[in-house]
């Protein structure tokens, strides 16, 4: 889903900058919901999970917290 949907915008610069916005799990998970709406794909929440962990483990390495 990322490589399909968010790479065409997105590259490896916008997860390692300073000022971006998810600051832990939630936060990660939070942004992509956002970003899938904003796009007007309608992911279910295993997709934005999926997407989220993908991200998680290449970039951003916070905990994941099981809800």
């Known amino acids: 889903l990322y490589s399909t949907h968010c790479i065409p915008c997105h590259n490896a610069k916008i997860h390692w900058r300073n000022k971006k916005i998810a600051k832990d799990w939630t936060g990660l998970k939070a942004q992509v919901r956002r970003w899938q709406g904003i796009q007007g794909?309608?992911?279910?929440?295993?997709?934005v999970a999926e997407v989220a962990r993908y991200l998680n483990a290449r970039y951003y390495h916070y905990p994941e917290h099981v809800q």
């Open 41 to 47: 794909l309608v992911w279910r929440d295993n997709d």
